[in-house]
């Protein structure tokens, strides 16, 4: 068996609703047949208060063994450092989270708060919110960035906003059946084997993209057009194999009709969310989109797109609805 420990920081909760919903493996398949014994979870555990106390006091002293502390949400650290804008069970979450980190075989951070910040952290960051390992693509974050577990690993970056289901759910299978040596982490700490690809990858509007056709309405589905030059898509950019491993095992963002937002990289939010930067492609000189697919650079780009404009076969502009 290993045990785990969640435990919620600054955090909404969406990833451990999202948690809920996977499906390969489901939570129950966790605890039933891949030896997971679950300490505690803020929305699952059945103990309260000074029982919570115990389990939390158990673990710090080494009466019971943390295999893998899991954190979902952000390192709340104001107001000054205190840490006391987010209490829990009688101290500031810093202090349980230096306490829990400094005993725990492997840490996971899931979702994007927890590994590099997220949204709190957009300035002028009052609540002084960082991740666990990263501050936005800044090496360091709360723990510093020469740490590493007792199995002598970084944190494991599951991020998202929030992390898919089964992203989750594969990653704690891995790290609880003993194969955590085997994941092969890039450079912001997240799992290759989920995060090679980009979100552009699958995207059921890939045919638009190739013939630079746009669309400028939302929920288009696959109807028409690209969602990457108008309405501020990142999925070219985006390292995530949403496409790959669908949501509900049905869908994405992009087959829905809505763009990508880049969240499962460590500048998400993009622009800090600043007017006119959402739902919007920024562009240099009001024709070539800033951010070009990785690799890619302008002055390629845009004869490569004169091109492909040119090119474009008729059905590339038309209405493909289909039932």
């Known amino acids: 068996m290993a045990t785990l420990l969640w435990l919620q920081a600054g955090a909404c909760s969406g990833n451990t609703i999202s948690l809920l919903q996977a499906e390969e493996p489901t939570v129950i398949d966790l605890l039933t047949d891949f030896g997971v014994e679950l300490l505690w979870h803020p929305s699952l555990g059945p ?17 019971k063994p943390l295999d893998i ?3 979902e949400g952000t390192v709340v650290q104001g107001p000054n450092g205190s840490g006391r804008m987010d209490m829990f069970a009688g101290r500031p979450m810093t202090e349980w989270i230096t306490d829990l980190t400094s005993v725990a075989s492997i ?23 960082t991740g666990l390992q990263f501050h936005r693509e800044v090496k360091g974050g709360y723990l510093g960035k020469d740490w590493v577990s007792k199995a002598g690993l970084p ?7 929030p992390a898919h289901p089964d992203w989750i759910s594969q990653i704690v299978m891995a790290v609880a059946t003993g194969r ?20 552009h990858n699958g995207c059921t509007r890939n045919g638009f993209f190739e013939y630079k056709q746009s669309t400028t309405e939302f929920g288009q589905g696959t109807r028409t057009g690209c969602l990457f030059y108008e309405l501020g898509c990142r999925g070219p950019m985006t390292h995530s194999s949403c496409n790959r491993i669908l949501w509900n ?30 739902f919007k492609t920024q562009k240099v000189s009001g024709v070539i989109p800033r951010d070009l697919p990785t690799g890619a650079d302008h002055l390629t780009y845009l004869a490569a797109a004169a091109a492909a404009r040119i090119s474009a076969p008729q059905w590339s502009k038309e209405d493909m609805f289909v039932v």
Do not use: W
């Open 107 to 129: 840490v996971v951070g899931v979702g994007d708060c927890a590994a590099y910040g997220g949204l709190p952290t957009v300035a002028p960051n009052p609540s002084e919110s």
């Open 249 to 278: 095992r049905q869908s994405s963002k992009t087959r829905a009709g809505h763009p990508c937002l880049g969240c499962t990289e460590p500048q998400f939010p993009f622009d800090d969310l600043m007017p006119g930067t959402i």
């Open 155 to 161: 944190v494991i970056n599951i991020p998202g906003c």
């Open 180 to 199: 955590a040596g085997d994941l092969t982490l890039d450079e912001y700490h997240r799992p290759s084997t989920l995060f090679t690809t980009f979100t």
């Open 69 to 71: 502390f899991v954190v």
């Open 47 to 63: 103990e309260l208060g000074e029982a919570v106390h115990k389990i939390l006091d158990d673990l710090v002293s080494g009466a």
